[in-house]
T-cell receptor, first 112, second 110 residues
């Protein structure tokens, strides 16, 4: 069964440092999503790509967060500088024409 | 705007008890509806889906029926097991946008 790959699974970083997460969606899925999930809450959309284009980044804190999907395949989400409040699970998901989205296992970020 | 509201947790049940987790939605048009399940430290896994009114999604003993008249998609299972302990998220999709509820934590005790 096809999966969405994410790395790393866990990341501990110091406040003010830079951190990056990687996502490889299911092959052929044109739509890629990055979500942030704070403990005890539902996922919140950070950015959505259609192929290599950003279609929604209205909730992305652009002063410190950036995301790219250069060739319309894998994607990187970066935070610089990291703040204590960025501690969360970062989830990547992808979808195609089928109704559901498939999620990766996520990256658990802890900022100390 | 579009949104999903699901019942507050946590929910604690004994093994073999009946489960209902309520979910209602607000959306224009005809969204697709989903239940996802999340185990500790993992991502979300699709549990079941329904794409039009009166559709019933089912998987692993769980069921939910798309009720347009009540804008609901309640999750049910007749006999829960300890292995069902997880967080359950109701979600809708309209176009390429997904909207998630806040999640309901379920603990099943032997």
């Amino acid at each position: 069964e096809a999966e969405v790959a994410q790395s790393p699974r866990y990341k501990i970083t110091e406040k003010s440092q830079a951190v990056a997460f990687w996502c490889d969606p299911i092959s052929g899925h044109a739509t890629l999503y990055w979500y942030r999930q704070i403990l005890g809450q539902g996922p919140e959309l950070l950015v959505q790509f259609q192929d290599e284009s950003v279609v929604d980044d209205s909730q992305l804190p652009k002063d410190r967060f950036s995301a790219e999907r250069l060739k319309g395949v894998d994607s990187t989400l970066k935070i610089q500088p990291a703040e204590l409040g960025d501690s969360a699970m970062y989830l990547c998901a992808s979808s195609s024409s089928t109704p559901s989205a498939t999620f990766g296992s996520g990256t658990r970020l802890t900022v100390v | 705007g579009d949104s999903v509201t699901q019942m507050e947790g946590p929910v604690t049940l004994s093994e073999e008890a009946f489960l209902t987790i309520n979910c209602t939605y607000t959306a224009t048009g005809y969204p697709s509806l989903f239940w996802y399940v999340q185990y500790p430290g993992e991502g979300l896994q699709l549990l079941l889906k329904a794409t039009k009114a009166d559709d019933k999604g089912s998987n692993k003993g769980f069921e939910a029926t798309y009720r347009k008249e009540t804008t609901s998609f309640h999750l049910e299972k007749g006999s829960v097991q300890v292995s069902d302990s997880a967080v359950y998220f109701c979600a809708l999709r309209r176009g390429n946008q997904f909207y998630f509820g806040t999640g309901t934590s379920l603990t099943v005790i032997p």
